[in-house]
């Protein structure tokens, strides 16, 4: 999966949150004007880094395109779009204007030549500024959260508003937004309205210290992401960033980030890293404020993501403090504190657990990245394995997003005697097979993979490949549906510095050249993994690949040849009745209870269009957070209660180190121990 941070999308600033009150007036330092803004233009040096990513995403990206009037037309609406994300800034008038430059973008990034784009950028952040001096003044007019004012939560298709009164409307709901979000952490109206009169003359001071590379970074990104979501242009400050990151230099929180409207929302968590193992973050977290340790939390909505992650990242051992917000309905926001440690690849390790299942023992791999060493490391597990005398292997690969190609290929290997693992083909049409060669299996018993919408790339290799051999049963939900390989290459040349002293770092590209194929032929890309057996989910159309803009297309390949294993036709016929016991088993489970009733109201409020807006009512929505407060309540005491333990009063008695149970863990244990009982294999293998 894409491990980049989405940086340029931190231009786009918006406003959110807002209660029925006249809010008193606040001190706070004078707002700056509108005069202040730069009038921004390209800096020598970045004609000939356009020509540069033009002639190089044109020469060898996988997806063979060219930058014709068609293709410049999305590349310019997906430039509009990064201005304005929310479509609450600019007027249709204003798109209407622009619209002699669409079929001319290919010509400009070709010949270097984007003034025409910057003065767009300059026209948008007029306009920004504009609407965050009609956000400030808002704030002295009562705010009315008691009636069924609506905030849309995407407006990312939605037409530009055509007259200034609809564009006000928009600010009034997102205002009302940003106030009632606030109000529901409980922070008192002076409270809210200091908080918010801050965010957004800092909105403003904000927008007067663009610089020219934040253009030059949104154009390359609307060009890279109208070929391919993994294909980027860095800036040369992402440049070093991303360095950093590959070679794990960073001490942060272990947390990827992305904008999402004026919100830093956690993209993805590093395994091992101190914000997955806080277990109190989780993928689609919006952050609110940070904190260092013994100062006050700094609202940091609509800042510039760089900033934000500056602001995270700190020395080894100290803590920062996050106001965090859950994707979750009826979420109040939260503050955490998490110790920041560098990230090493010892924390990313595989683990080995064993589960009692009916008196048999279950061997449960956990394995959360495709690290260099990993095969290694799961030879020397499958070793106490192999002493224990257990029934069956459990592999967890949820939220394993991938890492070394060859380390799939060499764990696929320790299950196979030999054989083909994966097809890779280039955009010359070439096809590469990669092989296990070494006629040994280190494991001989029945194997069950757990997979999620996160286990992505080198995680759909392997599951793939145990899928196609009938190697092992694939449990859980469709994976993520990356099955591209990226190249990273800088863009600087040798003779830069001495040919043009003065020019910085040119920045660095990142673009798709491969695309991987299963053994039967058919490409991981976009469908992913389907297992075996799904496990209950939320729908999760809505993540993945197939969900992002411009994703390579499913199609395949001739098969390679290969061998079924010889545990494949007992795997088929054992499916139906293995099926069968799973569904008796979870109609009567009480995790299992909760789950079901879960999705369901998760079903039910999508179908209302609850997933889409937020009714702006203060009562409605503190009504919703108590309920759910009430259910997570009585579910953990429930659990509790089984446990022998005390009850807990309320959830803020909740001790930090609590584990819940993990239904999904539990049950492919049951399954495998079900599968123990119905496959063995016909001769143990040398």
């Known amino acids: 999966m894409n491990k980049l941070l989405n940086v340029a999308f931190a231009i786009g600033l918006t406003l959110t949150g807002t209660s029925v009150v006249m809010a008193e007036k606040t001190v706070t330092p004078a707002v700056v004007t509108i005069d202040q803004l730069p009038k921004l233009k390209q800096e020598p040096q970045h004609s000939t880094v356009s020509e540069r990513v033009?002639?190089?995403f044109e020469r060898s990206h996988y997806r063979q395109f060219s930058l014709d009037a068609d293709f410049s037309q999305k590349i310019f609406n997906r430039y509009l779009n990064l201005l304005d994300y929310s479509h609450n800034v600019f007027l249709a008038s204003d798109i209407a204007q622009f619209d002699k430059e669409k079929s001319k973008i290919g010509e400009y990034l070709k010949k270097g030549n984007l003034e025409p784009l910057y003065n767009i950028f300059n026209l948008a952040q007029k306009r920004r500024f504009e609407r965050?001096?009609?956000?400030?003044?808002?704030?002295?007019?009562?705010?009315?959260?008691?009636?069924?004012?609506?905030?849309?939560?995407?407006?990312t298709k939605a037409p530009w508003p055509t007259t200034q009164a609809e564009l006000d409307k928009l600010w009034d709901e997102k205002v009302k937004y940003d106030w009632l979000t606030l109000k529901l952490s409980d922070k008192t109206d002076s409270e809210i309205k200091e908080t918010l009169t801050k965010r957004y003359k800092a909105a403003l001071r904000r927008l007067t210290q663009s610089q020219s590379e934040d253009v030059f970074q949104i154009i390359m990104t609307a060009f890279a992401r109208e070929i391919d979501p993994h294909t980027s242009y860095l800036s040369p400050r992402n440049t070093e960033a991303f360095d950093s990151e590959m070679s794990l230099s960073l001490e942060g929180i272990g947390a990827v980030l992305q904008m999402d409207d004026d919100y830093p929302m956690i993209n993805s968590m590093v395994t091992g890293g101190p914000a997955a193992k806080s277990k109190e973050l989780k993928?689609?977290?919006?952050?609110?404020?940070?904190?260092?340790?013994?100062?006050?939390?700094?609202?940091?909505?609509?800042?510039?993501l760089d900033d934000i992650v500056a602001l995270i990242k700190g020395p080894k051992g100290s803590k920062v403090k996050l106001e965090v917000l859950s994707d979750e309905k009826g979420a109040k926001p939260k503050?955490?504190?998490?110790?920041?440690?560098?990230?090493?690849?010892?924390?990313?390790?595989?683990k080995l657990t064993e589960k009692d299942v009916n008196?048999?023992?279950?061997?449960?791999?956990?394995?959360?990245?495709?690290?260099?060493?990993?095969?290694?490391?799961?030879?020397?597990?499958?070793?106490?394995?192999?002493?224990?005398?257990?029934?069956?292997?459990?592999?967890?690969?949820?939220?394993?997003?991938?890492?070394?190609?060859?380390?799939?290929?060499?764990?696929?290997?320790?299950?196979?005697?030999?054989?083909?693992?994966?097809?890779?083909?280039?955009?010359?049409?070439?096809?590469?097979?990669?092989?296990?060669?070494?006629?040994?299996v280190y494991y001989k018993g029945p194997v069950v993979v757990i997979v999620n919408r996160f286990s992505a790339s080198a995680s759909e290799i392997f599951a793939a490949a145990m899928q196609d051999y009938g190697r092992a049963l694939i449990v859980g939900e469709p994976t993520f549906g990356k099955g591209t390989v990226q190249q990273y290459r800088p863009l600087t040349r040798v003779y830069d510095q001495m040919l043009s002293p003065e020019w910085p770092g040119l920045g660095s590209v990142q673009y798709t050249i491969q695309k991987f194929y299963r053994i039967n032929g058919g490409s991981t890309q976009l469908k992913g993994v389907t297992p075996d057996l799904l496990l209950p989910s939320f729908d999760s159309s809505e993540m993945g690949e197939s969900f992002e803009d411009n994703a390579l297309p499913w199609d395949s390949i001739s098969p390679a040849?290969?061998?079924?294993?010889?545990?494949?036709?007992?795997?088929?016929?054992?499916?139906?009745?293995?099926?069968e016991q799973h569904a008796k088993r979870i109609e009567n489970d009480r995790e299992f209870s909760y789950i079901f009733d879960d999705i369901k109201r998760y079903d039910e409020a999508k179908a209302k269009g609850e997933d889409k807006f937020v009714i702006l009512n203060f009562a409605e929505r503190e009504k919703e957070n108590k309920e759910l407060e009430t259910i997570k309540l009585n579910r953990i005491n429930e659990r509790l209660k089984l446990e022998g333990k005390p009850l807990l009063k309320s959830l803020d008695d909740l001790p930090k180190d609590y584990e819940g149970p993990d239904p999904y863990l539990d049950e492919t244990a049951k399954i495998a121990d079900d599968l123990s009982k119905r496959v063995q294999p016909k001769k143990l293998l040398n």
């Open 54 to 56: 033009t002639a190089r």
């Open 132 to 155: 965050f001096q009609y956000a400030l003044n808002r704030l002295n007019q009562p705010i009315d959260l008691t009636g069924q004012d609506k905030y849309q939560i995407d407006r």
């Open 283 to 304: 993928v689609g977290d919006k952050i609110m404020a940070v904190g260092q340790q013994n100062k006050p939390m700094v609202d940091v909505v609509g800042w510039r």
């Open 561 to 579: 040849n290969y061998q079924l294993s010889e545990y494949a036709d007992k795997l088929k016929e054992a499916l139906k009745p293995l099926t």
């Open 359 to 440: 008196g048999d023992k279950i061997a449960v791999l956990d394995i959360p990245s495709f690290y260099v060493g990993l095969t290694n490391d799961v030879k020397t597990q499958l070793q106490k394995v192999a002493k224990d005398n257990v029934s069956a292997l459990v592999i967890d690969l949820r939220g394993n997003g991938g890492g070394a190609l060859t380390e799939a290929i060499s764990l696929s290997g320790l299950f196979i005697p030999s054989g083909p693992v994966v097809q890779v083909r280039d955009n010359n049409g070439r096809v590469r097979q990669d092989y296990d060669r070494d006629d040994v």
């Open 335 to 350: 503050t955490i504190t998490i110790v920041r440690e560098q990230i090493r690849l010892e924390d990313r390790a595989v």
